[in-house]
C-alpha cells in the first residue's frame, strides 16, 4: 500500500494494483456553496498533483457533498468517465457534472474495484443537522491490509463493534468548532479514542494544509490542538501506533504486515 497526501483533505491511494483519488481539490480557488463571502480559500504553495500532472485513476472516492470534498471545479476538470464512488450527497453532484459511472453507497454498503480492492461505506459525521457523510474502509483482498478514512468525525463506538482493526487509519487530528454546530472536526482527544479503538499500525492526519482562507466562516471557526499535540498524546498512550506525516505530495509506502 502507498498513500499520497496531496493537501488539506486530497489524497492518492495505492492498493491492489489500483489508483483511488480521494476527495480531490486540486484547482483554485474553493468556495462553500458558491458563496465567496462565506468562505473562500487557496493553496499557498502550488501542488505537486494537478488535473494536468494527475496520475491514471483507477476510481474517485468522495466522502461528502461539501466542496472541500467534492469540488467542481476540480471534478469538471477530470475525465467524466473515470468511476465515482461517492457518498449520496456527493453522488448527486458527480451525477450532475455528467459523471457517467456513479456508484452511491450508503452506509455500510461494499463495492468492490475489480477483484483486489473492496470499499466499504461507514458511518461518517453528522456536518449539519439531519446530514450524516461517510468514512470508508478500503480493504485489499490481496494481502488483506485495510485502511480506514474519516475526514472529520469518527463515531468511535460504532466503529469498535463493525470495524475492529485495521493497518492504516488517516483522520484529523486538529479539530475545528463551527458557529452554531459546534465541533466538526476532531482534535487531538477524539483522533486517540479513534486509535485505542481501531489499533492501526500507522496512523496519518488529514484535514490540514498550507492554505490561507477568507471569509465569515474562518473568522467565526476556533481550531482545536495540533499535530504536535496528538504525536505527544500518542506517545503516551504506549501504544504501538506510528504516526506518519507526510508533505504536501510525498509518497509514503506502508510495510506489509509480517508474514505478508
Not at 480559500?41 to 467534492?70: E, F, K, R
Request: aromatic fraction near 8%; charged fraction near 15%; charge should be negative.
Amino acid at each position: 500500500m502507498k498513500l499520497t497526501w496531496i493537501d488539506l483533505n486530497s489524497w492518492l491511494f495505492y492498493l491492489g494494483g489500483k489508483t483511488i483519488l480521494v476527495d480531490p481539490w486540486l484547482v483554485d480557488p474553493l468556495e462553500f456553496y458558491g458563496l465567496p463571502w462565506l468562505f473562500t480559500a487557496y493553496h499557498n504553495t502550488p501542488l505537486a498533483v494537478t488535473p494536468d500532472t494527475l496520475p491514471a485513476v483507477d476510481l474517485i472516492l468522495l466522502s461528502q457533498g461539501v466542496d472541500d470534498h467534492c469540488h467542481k471545479p476540480t471534478l469538471q476538470q477530470l475525465d467524466r468517465s473515470i468511476p465515482v464512488v461517492a457518498s449520496p450527497t456527493a453522488a448527486k453532484v458527480v451525477r450532475s457534472l455528467g459523471y457517467q459511472q456513479v456508484t452511491e453507497l450508503a452506509h455500510w454498503q461494499a463495492f468492490q474495484v475489480g477483484e483486489k480492492v473492496k470499499i466499504t461505506s461507514v458511518l461518517g459525521a453528522e456536518i449539519q443537522p439531519g446530514q450524516v457523510e461517510s468514512g470508508y474502509l478500503l480493504q485489499d483482498l490481496t494481502t488483506n491490509e485495510t485502511l480506514y478514512y474519516e475526514p472529520h468525525q469518527a463515531p468511535v463506538q460504532e466503529l469498535a463493534a463493525r470495524i475492529g482493526r485495521v493497518d492504516v487509519a488517516i483522520a484529523p487530528v486538529i479539530g475545528q468548532i463551527f458557529p452554531l454546530l459546534g465541533q466538526v472536526i476532531m482534535g487531538p482527544e477524539q483522533a486517540l479514542q479513534l486509535v485505542e479503538t481501531v489499533h492501526p499500525r500507522y496512523f496519518l492526519p488529514t484535514t490540514r494544509g498550507d492554505i490561507r482562507a477568507t471569509g465569515i466562516l474562518p473568522m467565526l471557526t476556533k481550531s482545536v490542538g495540533s499535530v504536535e499535540e496528538f504525536r505527544d498524546r500518542l506517545s503516551a498512550s504506549g501504544l504501538s501506533t506510528q504516526l506518519l506525516v507526510p508533505a504536501p505530495g510525498e509518497m509514503v509506502e506502508i510495510p506489509g504486515p509480517i508474514g505478508c
